[in-house]
Nanobody
C-alpha cells in the first residue's frame, strides 16, 4: 500500500519561510509526477506546483518567484520550499503523487501565515 507522509507545516509570520516535505513509501513502481495542492477554509483545493519525473516544474501564478518545488527520486520525496510567505498562503497543503497512472494523496499539513 502506498503511503504519503507530509511534514513541515506550521505557523510563520508574513515574509517568512517554510519547507514542506512529502515522502512516499510502499510502491513497487517509480513515481511519475509529484505535486502540491492547497485548500483554504471555504475554498476549493487548488494546484500549487507540480514537477515531472524529468524535473519540469509548473506553478500557480500566485506563488511564482516565491515557491520552489523539487524532488529527490532516491528518497521518493517531494519538497515545497515556500519563501516570502503571505497571509493568503494560509491553507492545508496536500502532496500528490502519481504511480503507475494512479494518484495518491498525503494527509495534509497546515500552513498558517500571520500578518
Amino acid at each position: 500500500q502506498v503511503q504519503l507522509v507530509e511534514s513541515g507545516g506550521g505557523l510563520v509570520q508574513a515574509g517568512g519561510s517554510l519547507r514542506l516535505s512529502c515522502a512516499a513509501s510502499g510502491s513497487r513502481f517509480s513515481i511519475n509526477s509529484m505535486g502540491w495542492y492547497r485548500q483554504a477554509p471555504g475554498n476549493q483545493r487548488e494546484l500549487v506546483a507540480t514537477i515531472t519525473a524529468g524535473g519540469t516544474t509548473n506553478y500557480v501564478d500566485s506563488v511564482k518567484g516565491r515557491f520552489t518545488i523539487s524532488r529527490d527520486n532516491a528518497k521518493n520525496t517531494v519538497y515545497l520550499q515556500m519563501n516570502r510567505l503571505k497571509p493568503e498562503d494560509t491553507a492545508v497543503y496536500y502532496c500528490r503523487v502519481t504511480i503507475a497512472f494512479n494518484p495518491y494523496w498525503g494527509q495534509g499539513t497546515q500552513v498558517t501565515v500571520s500578518s
